[in-house]
């Protein structure tokens, strides 16, 4: 079995190609060909990927949708006119703010013994959106925070988590504390979820590099 063929049977409702969707609703990523995670915008890791030195307080949580390549050769980061689509249909369980703009708790109302989220953060969610509606595969529920202006430097970029949360957590609950610290979620690699075609890895950050030159 393919990992792809794994990922489908493990997921069948996210048998989706999540960057599809990030194009798909967005004009300036029609030609994209891939992703780029920079070290530490991958799920786990201890490190910064933004011009700012030492390591991350707590193990990344999620993966980082921010710099991707066209099919010209263009390698561009988002802007803050990115539309964020959500990865499979479900409800709104909760909106929390966060230090770059606010979290999105979609449960996909599997009927598995925990709850199964994805969760879409730093993004400005459409004014209309409500705890409790639902939303289709695809929807689009919000923008990528703008971020111009702070002093980290840190791009706008889109933060995917998806975490398994026992059935007693309550929507009040859901927050980054949560998503941090608790015991009573888990969390699991996007890419474990997502079909990943469109996403490569890059060793070297040369943006960073550069920023963190220019300002010693
Ligand atoms: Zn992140």
Redesign the pocket.
Known sequence: MTSMEKKLKQFPEMGLDYCEDLAACNPSLHDLTHFYLYPGMEFQSQLKWWPDSGLRPTL???I?FCYYRTSSGKELTFSPEIRIPVMASGKIMAICQDYLGHTVFLDHLYETTERFLSIYAHIVPQHNLNVGQPIEKGEVIGKVADTSGRKNRMPGHL?LSIMKVDRQVSEEMLTWDLICNSERSRLIDPLEVIIAQKITMRKHNHWKEEVMKSLS
């Open positions: 990344h949580e999620g980082d933060h």
